[in-house]
């Protein structure tokens, strides 16, 4: 048996490093050496991924971007472990490692899971758990949205001893990711990918699309493509409830405990974390002028790293019986998952990588598909839109996604009458929002993958799944309702 797993080991790996070092050589046509090169490294280091670790083949990854010709090893890191995502992750784990130590998230896990809604059955649960995610995720970023249920899942899975790889554990953590990301796109609100495609629709055409009618259309889309991924789950992953149905509801409120001072003041650094996330956006909808915008705008220019290390800095500077709230050392060395950042670093570099300019990977999909786009008809070519904006934001980047299959959209459809434009952005936006298949995509999906409750094959699947459900929802729901509002 270990022969055997030695073999396919060593098998995998010669196949992803010819993908990543040797494919360049082999010519495919229209293709540039750099491109072939770069679509090599993207599948080798998937099937490592998929097959062998998550770690060590995002360092090689590093590596093999770093020979590509148009990018170097400075810009490679500069772009991975220098991106300001990876800071936000670094210090989010922190801040939500000192409160993973304090009572509140196991008595919100209790809340969940002793609620009458859950005692009705194990699926009323899950719906409980997906649709308090959904509503909290129309005004909060998904990344941010992750990091606060993430621990609460975790904790959920402690409470019911559900072991690392147990369906039922899987079946909370891919839903946590994929819900995150279906909220994302139902409101404008906090969300930049909507705002990218709203806001190049406005230059081209000087009128803006109002949130009301993106909300008309996004907010049925998302709850029914939430509410067909829970039918696919129960389905096709078929978990075992058991421990849902086994647990004794009363025993465990009265284990709810006490709260000490001490837990009560890295609650209040976490919700000031929180705030300082979500209330900039929100009070710039309101406050458009004035000292208090311009101080707004620019602690929201710091980027989403900012309000983390606040709370990272605070934690160790509030002393409580001559001790600090969090102690960094242990923090760093027990609070952050490595394996998760290391391969966040991967992913940032190679989304950095498949947009580069000089590379020319995103024009040459946009100059190949515009072509075809532009001789079908017109609810095919919403079909075409929709799918090429799912696919792509789970292969790379959701910014450039929106910019870039907006931008394609705007083009070819310029001038056109038989279509409604407004739709067409309006789906893009939304299905930008829609990544949650692979690690590339998102950053909480390498996260979900390296917790041990979920695999990279049953991300993408599942991810993959929930994806053409939304593109479904998107053209045969998104696009007629769009018709009657445009």
């Known amino acids: 048996m270990t022969r055997n797993k030695d073999l396919k080991f060593y098998l995998i790996l010669v196949i992803a490093l010819f993908l990543m070092f040797g494919l360049r050589f082999i010519p495919i046509a229209s293709l540039t050496p750099s491109m072939v090169q770069l679509l090599g490294i993207f599948m080798g280091v998937l099937l490592l991924w998929l097959f062998v670790a998550i770690d060590w083949p995002s360092i090689l990854l590093l590596g093999a971007l770093a020979l590509v010709p148009e990018l170097s090893f400075n810009n490679v890191i500069a772009s991975s472990y220098g991106n300001s995502t990876f800071v936000f992750l670094m210090f989010t784990f922190i801040v939500t490692y000192a409160l993973s130590r304090t009572s509140y998230l196991k008595r919100i896990a209790l809340s969940f899971i002793t609620s009458k809604i859950a005692q009705k059955g194990p699926w009323h649960f899950v719906i409980l758990y997906s649709a308090s995610i959904i509503f909290l995720g129309m005004f909060i970023s998904p990344t941010v949205l992750f990091f606060v249920y993430l621990p609460i899942v975790e904790e959920i899975c402690a409470i019911l001893k559900v072991k690392k790889g147990d369906k039922l554990g899987a079946l909370l953590m891919m839903s946590t990711v994929i819900m995150c990301g279906i909220s994302s796109g139902m409101t404008p609100i906090a969300h930049v990918f909507p705002l990218i495609s709203m806001g190049l629709y406005a230059d081209m055409y000087a009128e803006s699309i109002d949130y009301a009618r993106y909300m008309i259309i996004a907010v049925p889309v998302g709850i029914l493509c939430a509410a067909l991924v829970l039918v696919s789950f129960k389905v096709f992953l078929r978990p075992d409830m058991k421990a849902l149905n086994l647990f004794n509801a009363e025993k465990l409120k009265r284990e709810k405990g006490t709260v000490t001072f001490e837990e009560k003041l890295i609650m209040a650094v976490f919700v000031l974390v929180v705030c300082l996330w979500i209330l900039p956006g929100l009070l710039m909808l309101v406050i ?107 292969l790379s980047s959701n910014m450039v996604t929106a910019t870039l299959v907006t931008t394609a959209a705007l083009s070819i459809t310029y001038g056109l009458d038989n279509i409604s434009i407004p739709a067409i952005v309006i789906i893009i936006g939304m299905l930008a929002s829609y990544s949650f298949a692979t690690p590339p995509a998102m950053p909480c999906v390498a996260i979900a993958i390296s917790s041990g409750y979920t695999s990279t094959m049953q991300m993408m ?26």
């Open 461 to 486: 699947a599942y991810g993959f799944l929930a994806m053409f459900i939304g593109v479904f929802f998107a053209v045969c729901v998104g696009y007629p309702l769009a018709l009657c509002l445009f």
């Open 288 to 394: 458009k002028e004035g000292p208090i915008y311009a101080f707004l705008d620019w602690f929201d220019s710091l980027g989403t790293a900012m309000p983390p290390l606040i709370g990272t800095v605070l934690l160790c500077i509030i002393h409580v019986k001559e001790k600090p709230l969090l102690n960094i050392a242990e923090a760093m060395s027990k609070g952050v998952s490595w394996p998760s950042l290391i391969m966040c670093a991967g992913t940032l570099a190679l989304g950095s990588a498949l947009t580069n300019s000089d590379i020319g990977f995103t024009l040459w999909l946009s100059e190949n598909l515009a072509p075809i786009i532009d001789s079908v008809a017109p609810f095919i070519m919403v079909g075409i839109f929709a799918l090429w904006a799912a696919v792509q934001t789970n």
